[in-house]
C-alpha cells in the first residue's frame, strides 16, 4: 500500500478568502511569470507555495537568517520581507537561475560542489545567491569584503569554513580570467 | 507627490511603503492592517544623490546601500556613508531607503544619531503646501514615533556641508556581528583656524528611545584645544546624562560604561 | 581541489535546492495547521472558546484537549520514559507555548488567521522557571504524580570520598551556570498525517523514525505495523527532532477531519517546542599540592521544563559524565532533573555534557592557576589513560585522551606567548578535555540488496541530517563489497521498508548502523559464496572474494555478484545487527556501577582569544577541535562535522542564551535569539585522530569537540584578562564585571 499522493508543490496553494488579490508580472530567472496573489503576500510565499521553487526557504521571517534570499534586478534582498505586488517588472533571481542555459551548475553552484561546501544544505542555494551578488554584482575583490555581505546568510550546521574556501577559488579564478556570471539573470 | 499625499488625507489608515523591510516586519506581525499600501518606489524625484556649495541632498527613496556606496557621500559625509553601511545586513541595505529608515524611527538604528550630529534636515511634503523642514535631531519623539503627521512624506534628507568638519561613527554591539547596536555614538567636530574646537556634536542612539544630542556635555570644548583629556571629560559627561535602557544587548549598567568608552573612541576619531 | 564531484547528482540537488525536506512535500487533498499556544506559563485551563475561529472563512475544524481526552479510542498523553505530555493540553498549562489547541483549514492563511481567532479561559497559577527553586517545598508543583517537581535522580559513589576530602592538601569549589538554550534547526518542525484504512501514514522531520512509529501507535493503540513514519534528509536537528513533538496531534487531527494534515511550525513555535537543558553545576575538587586529583564531588541540577521527554534517563547520562576525563581515586556525584515552567528540555548537541564540561575544565584552570602549575602539564598529569579505572567501576580502553590534549595545545601554540594585542586589549589561550558517554542500549539493524542489475540498495533508518550519513553509509558498503561507490543507493528511512533503528543521534550513526552495514554486507557476501559455490560446483571454502566478483581462492575465472542472479530473480538481502546492552537502564539509579557505554566518546579544544578591557568584548582570534574519530570513511565530512561542532559551540559560548521574562520567553526568534554568522567564527582547525589500527571501528565526531569549546574559550579570557566567568554565555556584560570587580579587588591597581 502506497499511501496518499506527495505531489509537486505548485498545484498546492488555493485561495487565501478576503484578501485583496493582485496580478504581477514577474520576470523570474529569464522567465516571465504572472502570479495572483493577495496583495500582502510575500515573495517567500509566492516563490515557494505558488511557483513551487523548493530552493526558496524561510527560516526567520524577519531578515535576518538570510535563507530566503533571492536576487532582485541583481541585488542580494530577504523574500520574506518583499510584497509580491510590488515587483512587476523586476527581475527576479533564485538559484535555479544560476544555472547554465542546458540545466547544468553555475560557476558559483560548481565550487560549493566542488569544495563539497555544505552539510543539511537548507541554507546553501541562499548562500550561493548571496556569493554571486557579492562576487559577479558588486564585484568585490577583497575576501573580507565578501565576508562582510555574507555575515547575514546564517548557516546552522557551521560550514563556514568551507564557504570560505570557495571565496577564496572563486577569488583567485575572478583574478585570473574573466568570471562568466553573466549567465545569471543578475545585473 | 501630490496624488500620495491626496491618497493618505483621504485613507486615513493608508501605510507608505519603500523599500518594504519594516512595513512588511510588521504586516507579518500582524502589527498595522492597513486598508491601503501605497507604494512609493515609482514616485519620481525621490531616489538622487545631490550636492550643492552648502547642501548635500539626498532622496527619500534612496536605498542605505547607495548611500554607503555613493562617492559624492563618502566625500562630504563619510560618517553618514560609513553609518548606512553598518545598518543591519546587505539585503537591508539594498531595500531599505533613507526616508523610511527615518520615518520607523527605530530607536537602535544607525543613520539617524549620524544624520542629527551632522545638522541634518528632513524635506516634507504635505497636502495644499504644508510641507516643511524639520531637524532630525527633532524629528524623533518617542520610540517608532515621528514629528510626521499622517498625510505627510519624507521628501528628501538635505546634510549642510561644512568645510573642514570631521565626522565619525562608532557602532558597539555586544553580540553577534549581525546584533543591533548596543550603543552608537556619532561625533562631529568642525576646527577653527587655529585648529581648535569650532563646534562638537555628540549623538548617542540605540540607548534610549530618542538619539541623544549632548548640546551640554560637549559645550564646554568649544574654542579649546581637543585633546586626550577633554576627550574624556566629554565622554564622562556624555555617560553621566544619559539613563539608558536594558535589554538583551546589555543593562542600563553596562550602557552607561560603553557610552563612555565609545564617545571617547569617536571623539578620537574626529581628531585624528 | 575537488571534495566532491561535480556530476553528483546529490550535491547538484542540495546547491540548486530541489525538493529535499519534509518540509517541500505536500499531499493531495492536505489541510493546513496552525498551533494555539498558551498565554501563560502556568494556569488552570478552563476552556477554549474556538467560535472566532470557526467563522473565520477557510477554517474548517478546531481541535482542543477535551476533544482529544475525550475520545475513548485515544491515549491523550505520550512520552516514552514518562508518558506526561499531553497531545493538547487539558485541565493545565504548564509552560508559554504549550499546545493548546489546533486550528485546522483549507489555507495556510486561513490556519493563521483562524489562531488568532480562538479564546483560551485560564487562571492564572504560581509558576517556576528556576530548577533549583523547582525543590523548594513550596514550590509550585506541575505534576502530580512527580513530588517536587522530580524528573530523574542519579547517584554514583566511587572509593572513598571521605578519605579523599581528608586527604586533599587543598580544595576548590565553584558553581558553573549553563543557561537554557536552543538548537536553531534552520528547517523547522514539519509533518505531514493521513489515514487510509485504518492505517496512518506520517511524513516527518525526524531523526528516529521508529520512535515516532512506535509513539504513535502507542497514542492509537494500534500494533506498531499500523503505523508507517518516513522522513526525508533534515534541514539541520541538532537533537531538536529525535523526539516524538507534534506528530500526535497533527495525525489526531488527521483522523478526525478524514483528511490529510500538513503542520509546519513558524520559527518562534520551534523556540517553544523543545529546548536545551540549562544546568547549574557544583563542583568541589580535592587535590594535592602537586596537581593531583583526589577526590571530586558534583552536584548537578538540571533544568527539564514542563515535560520529561528524555530528562529522567538523560540525567543519568549526565552522571556518567560529570567527572571528567580523570584519573580521580574518590568520586560522589549527585544529579537531579526538575521540572519547571519553562520549554520541554531535550536532546541537544554535546547532550548533558557542555554544562559538566564547563564546570570541570573552568576548575582544572582555577586549580593551575592556584598552584601555580601550567594548565596543560596539569591536566597530562591527571588524563585517564588506557586501562585506567573510572568512577564508574570501568576500567576504560581506547583512550586518547593524552594525544588529544598535546594536539589542541599545540594548535594554539601553547608555550608560545601570543602575539601583542592593540592597546586596551589582551590575548590569551585556553585549552579543555572533555568525556561523553554513547547511546546504550541501543540497536540498529541493516539490509544491503544486490539486484540482478548490480545495483545495492541499504536499507537503513539512519537520517541524513547535514553529518554526510548518507555518504559514510555508502562508502562503508562500497568498500566491504568491492563495489564502486555509483552503484550503491541509500533511499530514505521508511519504517515500512527500512529496519529497526534507535536514532540518528549522539553520534552513534557511522559507528553503530555502520558496524550494522558491514554485518549485512557479510551476510550478503556469504550468501553469494553459497550460489557460487553451487554454480562452480567447488566447496564454498575454495572461494574469495575480491572487487565485486567471487571465484577460486589461487586465481581463475571470477563471476561478478550480478550475474549470480538471474534477471528477474528477486534481489538477495544480507542483513546485520548491531546491538549493545546494559547501559543505565540496567542499573540501579542511586548507586550507579558497571558497563555504561559500548564505547567512550573523546574531543578537546583550544582557543586563543582577545578581550578589549574596555567593553569586555571577546573576541576568537582562533579555534581548534580535536575528536577521536576511530576509523575515519569520510575525511572531509568528519572535517565538516569537527569543525561545524565548534562553530556551534562557539554561539552557547558568546552569545546564545534563551531569555524568560515573567516566565515567558522573550526572544524566541533569530533578531534576539543570536547564533554566529561567518564574520563571527574566526578561521578554524581541527584534527580527527585517528586509530593506528586499520580494522578499528569509525567513532562519530559530531559533538566531540563541541563540549570542550566553552571551558576553552573561558579559560583563555582568564589567561588574557584573569576574568574567571562561570556563567554561559561570556557576554562582554559578564567580563566587564568580572574585570572591574578584580580592580576593585586589587585596590585599584590592576584592571
Known amino acids: 500500500m502506497l499511501g496518499p499522493t506527495v505531489v509537486a508543490v505548485a498545484e498546492m496553494a488555493p485561495a487565501p478568502p478576503g484578501l485583496d488579490w493582485q496580478q504581477t508580472q514577474l520576470q523570474l530567472n529569464h522567465r516571465r511569470l504572472t502570479v495572483t496573489a493577495p496583495v500582502t503576500e510575500t515573495l517567500s510565499r509566492t516563490l515557494r507555495c505558488r511557483v513551487g521553487l523548493t530552493s526558496v526557504r524561510e527560516t526567520c521571517g524577519v531578515g535576518v537568517c538570510g535563507t530566503c534570499t533571492v536576487l532582485l534586478d541583481g541585488s542580494a534582498a530577504s523574500s520574506c520581507l518583499a510584497l509580491t505586488a510590488q515587483l512587476a517588472g523586476v527581475a527576479v533571481t533564485t538559484a535555479e537561475g544560476l544555472l547554465g542555459p542546458d540545466g547544468e551548475p553555475g560557476p558559483v553552484q560548481r565550487a560549493f560542489i566542488r569544495r563539497g561546501a555544505y552539510q543539511c544544505g537548507f541554507c546553501i542555494p541562499a548562500m550561493t545567491l548571496a556569493v554571486h551578488a557579492a562576487l559577479y554584482v558588486r564585484r568585490h575583490r577583497d575576501r573580507e569584503a565578501v565576508v562582510d555581505e555574507l555575515s547575514g546568510n546564517l548557516c546552522r550546521c557551521g560550514s563556514y569554513p568551507q564557504i570560505r574556501e570557495v571565496l577564496m577559488e572563486l577569488l583567485a579564478d575572478r583574478g585570473g580570467e574573466a568570471a562568466d556570471g553573466a549567465t545569471t539573470g543578475g545585473r | 507627490m501630490l496624488e500620495t499625499c491626496a491618497l493618505l488625507r483621504s485613507n486615513r489608515d493608508a501605510r507608505l511603503i519603500a523599500g518594504g523591510t519594516a512595513v512588511v516586519l510588521m504586516l507579518r506581525q500582524r502589527l498595522i492592517d492597513p486598508s491601503l499600501l501605497i507604494g512609493l518606489r515609482r514616485v519620481p524625484g525621490l531616489d538622487s544623490i545631490t550636492a550643492a556649495s552648502q547642501w548635500l541632498s539626498i532622496g527619500a527613496a534612496v536605498t542605505l546601500q547607495q548611500v554607503a556606496d555613493s562617492d559624492r557621500v563618502r566625500a562630504l559625509a563619510p560618517s553618514l556613508a560609513a553609518a548606512c553601511q553598518e545598518v543591519g545586513n546587505v539585503r537591508v541595505r539594498n531595500r531599505a531607503t533613507l526616508g523610511g529608515n527615518l520615518a520607523e524611527a527605530d530607536y537602535a538604528s544607525d543613520p539617524p544619531a549620524v544624520l542629527a550630529s551632522l545638522g541634518a534636515v528632513v524635506c516634507t511634503a504635505a497636502p495644499e503646501g504644508g510641507g516643511r523642514r524639520i531637524p532630525v535631531s527633532d524629528l524623533i519623539t518617542d520610540y517608532y514615533t515621528t514629528q510626521l503627521t499622517s498625510d505627510e512624506v519624507v521628501l528628501r534628507v538635505e546634510v549642510p556641508l561644512i568645510d573642514g568638519r570631521r565626522s565619525a561613527y562608532v557602532k558597539y554591539r555586544s553580540r553577534s556581528s549581525e546584533d543591533r547596536p548596543c550603543v552608537g555614538v556619532a561625533a562631529s567636530l568642525v576646527p577653527d583656524p587655529q585648529g581648535w574646537v569650532a563646534s562638537l556634536e555628540v549623538v548617542v542612539g540605540a540607548v534610549t528611545s530618542t538619539p541623544q544630542r549632548m548640546t551640554t556635555a560637549t559645550e564646554g570644548v568649544v574654542g579649546a584645544r581637543h585633546d586626550e583629556a577633554r576627550a574624556g571629560a566629554v565622554a564622562a559627561a556624555v555617560a553621566a546624562a544619559i539613563h539608558p535602557i536594558a535589554d538583551g544587548r546589555g543593562s542600563a549598567w553596562y550602557r552607561t560604561q560603553v557610552i563612555e568608552v565609545m564617545v571617547r573612541r569617536a571623539l578620537a576619531m574626529v581628531v585624528a | 581541489m575537488t571534495v566532491v564531484d561535480l556530476d553528483d547528482r546529490d550535491a547538484q540537488d542540495t546547491v540548486v535546492g530541489r525538493p529535499r525536506y519534509v518540509l517541500d512535500q505536500h499531499i493531495e487533498g492536505e489541510l493546513h495547521a496552525k498551533i494555539v499556544r498558551s498565554p501563560h506559563p502556568h494556569a488552570r485551563l478552563d476552556g477554549v472558546d474556538p467560535t472566532r475561529a470557526l467563522a473565520t472563512p477557510g477554517v474548517v475544524a478546531v481541535l482542543t484537549g477535551a476533544d482529544v481526552s475525550g475520545d475513548a479510542s485515544i491515549n491523550a498523553t505520550f512520552g516514552r520514559q514518562r508518558s506526561d505530555q499531553p497531545i493538547l493540553a487539558v485541565g493545565t498549562l504548564r509552560y508559554a507555548g504549550e499546545p493548546v489547541a489546533l486550528v485546522v483549514a483549507e489555507s495556510i492563511e486561513a490556519a493563521e488567521a483562524g489562531r488568532e481567532g480562538v479564546g483560551i479561559e485560564c487562571r492564572a497559577l ?180 514542563a515535560y520529561a521527554l528524555t530528562s529522567p534517563l538523560a540525567a543519568g547520562q549526565g552522571l556518567l559524565r560529570a567527572p571528567g576525563p580523570y584519573r580521580i581515586p574518590h568520586v560522589e556525584a549527585h544529579v537531579l532533573a526538575r521540572y519547571t515552567n519553562t520549554v520541554p528540555s531535550g536532546p541537544f548537541r554535546g547532550a548533558m555534557t557542555s554544562q559538566l564540561a564547563f564546570a570541570y575544565e573552568s576548575q582544572m584552570d582555577e586549580i593551575a592557576s592556584s598552584l601555580g602549575i601550567d594548565p596543560v602539564a596539569l591536566r597530562r598529569r591527571n588524563l585517564l589513560k588506557d586501562g585506567d579505572q573510572y568512577a564508574t567501576g570501568e576500567h576504560l580502553h581506547q583512550l586518547h585522551f593524552g594525544e588529544l590534549l598535546e594536539d589542541a595545545a599545540r594548535a594554539v601554540e601553547w608555550g608560545t606567548p601570543c602575539a601583542p594585542a592593540p592597546p586596551g586589549r589582551v590575548r590569551g589561550k585556553g585549552v579543555a578535555v572533555m568525556i561523553k558517554t554513547t547511546l546504550t542500549p541501543s540497536r540498529s539493524v541493516a539490509r544491503v540488496e544486490l539486484a540482478a542489475d548490480g545495483s545495492i540498495t541499504v536499507r537503513s533508518s539512519s537520517v541524513e541530517m547535514g553529518q554526510g550519513s548518507r555518504a559514510a553509509l555508502t562508502r562503508i558498503v562500497a568498500q566491504a563489497l568491492g563495489v564502486q561507490e555509483a552503484r550503491v543507493s541509500v533511499p530514505h528511512p521508511d519504517t515500512d521498508r527500512t529496519p529497526f533503528d534507535s536514532s540518528t543521534s549522539s553520534s552513534r550513526t557511522t559507528s553503530s548502523m555502520g558496524t550494522a552495514c558491514v554485518r549485512a554486507v557479510d551476510d550478503l557476501r556469504c550468501q553469494l559464496t553459497e550460489r557460487a559455490a553451487a554454480e562452480l560446483g567447488v566447496p564454498a571454502e575454495s572461494l574469495a572474494h575480491r572487487d565485486g566478483a567471487i571465484g577460486p581462492q589461487g586465481g581463475g575465472a571470477r563471476i561478478t555478484y550480478e550475474h549470480l542472479l538471474a534477471l528477474g530473480d528477486p534481489p538477495l538481502v544480507g542483513e546485520g545487527l548491531f546491538e549493545s546492552h546494559g547501559g543505565l537502564p540496567a542499573m540501579d539509579p542511586l548507586d550507579v556501577r558497571g558497563f555504561s557505554t559500548v564505547h567512550w566518546h573523546q574531543g578537546a579544544a583550544a582557543a586563543e582569544v582577545e578581550v578589549d578591557c574596555e567593553t569586555g568584548r571577546v573576541t576568537v582570534l582562533r579555534c581548534h577541535g580535536s575528536a577521536y574519530a576511530g576509523r575515519v570513511v569520510n575525511a572531509h565530512r568528519v572535517r565538516q562535522q569537527n569543525q561545524g561542532s565548534v562553530v556551534f559551540a562557539l554561539g552557547q559560548t558568546l552569545m546564545e542564551e534563551l531569555v524568560y521574562d515573567e516566565g515567558r520567553v522573550v526572544n524566541a526568534n533569530l533578531a534576539e535569539y543570536m547564533i554566529p554568522s561567518i564574520q563571527d567564527v574566526p578561521e578554524l582547525t581541527s584534527t580527527a585522530i585517528e586509530s593506528s589500527d586499520l580494522e578499528a571501528e569509525p567513532h562519530g565526531v559530531g559533538e566531540m569537540a563541541l563540549p570542550a569549546v566553552a571551558p576553552a574559550v573561558a579559560n583563555a579570557v582568564f589567561h588574557a584578562s584573569g576574568a574567571r566567568i562561570r556563567c554561559l554565555p561570556l557576554t562582554p556584560e559578564r567580563v566587564l564585571r568580572c574585570l572591574r570587580e578584580n580592580a576593585r579587588a586589587d585596590g585599584g591597581s590592576g584592571g
Open chain 3, 126 to 305: 504560581p509558576h517556576v522557571v528556576d530548577a533549583e527553586a523547582a525543590g523548594a517545598p513550596d514550590a509550585p508543583q506541575l505534576h502530580a504524580a512527580w513530588a517536587g517537581n522530580g524528573c530523574g535522580e542519579w547517584k554514583l559513589r566511587y572509593g572513598d570520598p571521605e578519605q579523599g576530602w581528608r586527604e586533599a592538601d587543598r580544595v576548590f569549589e565553584g558553581t558553573y551556570w549553563s543557561p537554557p538554550a536552543s538548537h536553531v534547526p534552520m528547517e523547522p518542525h514539519v509533518c505531514l498525517a493521513a489515514w487510509e484504512d485504518g492505517r496512518l501514514s506520517v511524513w516527518t522531520s525526524t531523526q528516529a523514525p521508529h520512535r515516532v512509529r512506535d509513539d504513535l501507535a502507542a497514542v492509537f493503540r494500534l500494533a506498531p505495523e499500523a503505523v508507517r513514519v518516513q522522513t526525508r534528509d533534515l534541514g539541520g536537528a541538532f537533537g531538536a527532532k529525535g523526539q516524538t513533538t507534534i506528530e500526535p496531534m497533527a495525525a489526531v487531527a488527521a483522523r478526525r477531519l478524514g483528511r490529510p494534515i500538513r503542520l509546519e511550525l513558524d520559527r518562534d513555535e520551534v523556540f517553544l517546542t523543545i529546548g536545551k537543558h540549562a544546568a547549574s553545576v557544583r563542583l568541589a575538587t580535592g587535590v594535592a599540592t602537586d596537581g593531583r586529583l583526589l577526590v571530586r564531588r558534583v552536584q548537578v541540577v538540571y533544568n527539564a521544563g
